[in-house]
């Protein structure tokens, strides 16, 4: 009897385990690793390592995790109640539940209210830079009679970029505000002068200009509780007309972050290049990271890790396109956002 009654246990015991074991789910849209684990109540540090190990093969481009995959859980640690809490949160009702909302006056009537779509940048902090603004528009370029601008485009990008972030819930400050002109689907963006540094003028000189808006990312990183800081400088670059540009970053080369600045604009390009795969099969892409070509006085003055991107090439009539449509713009802010998850993601490994 003792025996027979130690092997029923012992069954029990391991249809238990594999019932655990064997727990799938599927990710919502959009989301990263992190936060499908925590929406599955597994939240502790050792549950990334056990995911990427029951599920190897299974994940896109730098582990992304992929729609039409049903994903191996790993066991809940804890007690059964937790376990319970996690077996059953598929069925929990949702539709009912008032998603977490933001608000951000600076994008515009438009997109000033966002949904926060999970927290998967929590304990992340950004500043975000388009680059020139007020009295100084930047490199310009025409298209069909209309005048291109390029600290108007870089806002814009800057701006979506910044919405993209908070939606994944990191904390983000915008350097470069402009009360009037938020996130825009023209074509073709109006120039204006309204450009202030966090509400202070911006001076004419270049120097002046530029040291202005690093103090202002310095003296916030020393108030910021995060340990994760970025900083990222946007701009558009004024080449020949008939040289086209894949967008290039640069990092900081005389920093003591230059590995973290350098890790972080090669993740960049690798997240171009794979959304180009997907979205331009057989198109390419040619953006490199690498270290600046002359003296970048932003980059040697910031003291957050911050990296530099030229989005492409204002003269050329291929890479205007990237500019003028408000959907491409949306594109490339979309993929930074992706390039800093995942960068965020990499620095918790480390």
């Known amino acids: ?19 655990y074991a064997l727990e799938r789910a599927r990710p919502q849209t959009g989301e990263g690793i992190y936060a499908f684990l925590r929406r599955h109540n597994r939240d502790d540090k050792q549950d990334y390592q056990k995911f990427i190990e029951l599920n190897k093969g299974k994940f896109g481009k730098q582990n992304s995790l992929l729609s039409n995959v049903s994903y191996v859980l790993p066991p809940v640690a804890g007690d059964a109640k937790k ?20 608000y951000q006056p600076l ?50 990008v800057m701006l979506r970029l910044a919405r993209k972030l908070l939606q994944h819930g990191a904390t983000v400050h915008i350097i470069i505000q402009d009360p009037h002109d938020g996130i825009r689907d023209d074509k073709y963006l109006k120039y204006s002068r309204d450009e202030t540094c966090m509400g202070l003028t911006i001076p004419l000189n270049q120097t002046m200009r530029l040291r202005q ?3 202002k990312v310095n003296s916030l990183s020393a108030k910021a509780n995060e340990k ?3 900083a990222i400088f946007i701009h558009l670059d004024s080449r ?31 997240t171009f290049k794979t959304q180009y795969e997907k979205n331009q099969p057989g198109r390419g892409f040619s953006g490199k990271a690498s270290p600046p070509a002359k003296n970048v006085f932003v980059l040697r003055n910031t003291k957050p890790v911050s990296i530099l991107v030229e989005l492409g090439n204002i003269k050329n009539k291929i890479d205007q396109q990237r500019f003028i449509s ?12 992706l390039g800093f998850m995942q960068d965020y993601r990499n620095s918790k490994l480390k």
Not at 1 to 19: D, K, Q
Not at 259 to 270: G, P
């Open 1 to 19: 009897m003792s025996f027979i009654r130690n092997l029923f246990i012992l069954v029990c015991l391991l249809a238990t385990f594999s019932s």
């Open 83 to 102: 376990q319970k809490k996690a077996n059953n949160v598929e069925r929990q009702p949702v539709k009912n539940k008032k998603p977490k909302t933001g």
């Open 107 to 156: 994008f515009g009537k438009k997109y000033a209210h966002y949904e926060i779509i999970d927290n998967e940048l929590k304990g992340a902090c950004f500043f975000l830079v388009s680059e020139h603004g007020g009295p100084d528009c930047g490199a310009t370029a025409t298209v069909n009679g209309h005048e291109l601008y390029e600290d108007e485009y870089a806002y814009d």
């Open 213 to 215: 808006r690093t103090d």
């Open 228 to 230: 994760y800081q970025r």
């Open 240 to 270: 020949n007309y008939t040289k086209r540009l894949d967008a290039f970053f640069w990092y900081q080369d005389k920093s003591p972050d230059r590995k973290k600045s350098q890790s972080l604009a090669e993740t960049m390009c690798r």
């Open 326 to 337: 408000d959907r491409n713009r949306q594109h490339l802010a979309d993929w930074m956002a």
